[in-house]
């Protein structure tokens, strides 16, 4: 973790305390759905070893309630784990945006002379969000994957301790793309927030400066800048979007490659 994230966790940190309970109680939650996701294996090996591999189903009635069971206390726990996490949101993106707004009534006027009112409108309710989201289903993708790597190779040890090894050794090669991906996808989503950004902008300039543009007569000229500006946030979103399906293909790849 570099300086300029440390800096950013320090940050968000007082946002984030507030709601200390449903942080930490989604984490919990993420990590008890991971447990029974992990506890599926199982029954598929006793299912295949003892009622198709022993051609019997003397125990199918326990196999059946106990199968149940798991199924039903996921459901449980997934819901108060999705119902904290957008709870975690929306209340990170309010308090964010209520601090953004009251700080920009402290800013002198000339800061708004500088810059363009629909970038300022932009960037503070898309960054508010994109915070939101991260805190809380970018937190979770992060303790749902890695609690069920680790829950399934003790799992996968407790099987085959060969297999494990495998597995394990194919973990850093698939960490080192994440890390890679992950730069790239960071900056592109940022250069698409701030092309958004840029847009808002050129249509709220369009909308409060109409009776300048028409005297002016540069309508033709706003419209080429503002399909300029689209052309780019197009290009921007499609190679965005081609990384993220690359990065899941690759990722698929490793696991195929695990499996072989």
Known sequence: MNKKEKMSFKVLWPFVRRYKKIFIRMIIFGILVTTFDSIYPLFNRYAINHFIGEGTVDTLAVFIALFGAVILAQSVVDYFNVNDCAKMEMYMDRDLRNSAFSHLQTVSMSYFNQNNVGYIHARVMSDSGKIGEMIAWRMMDIVWGGSYILQSLIVITFINFRLALILLAVIPFALLIIIFFQKKLKKLNHGVREQNARITADINEGIT??????????????????????????????????????????IGLISALAYL
């Open 209 to 250: 400066g109409v009776k300048t543009i028409r005297t002016l007569a540069i309508e033709d000229k706003k419209q080429n800048e503002f399909y300029g500006e689209t052309l780019i946030m197009r290009r921007l979103s499609v190679r965005t979007s081609h990384y993220s399906a690359l990065f899941a293909a690759v």
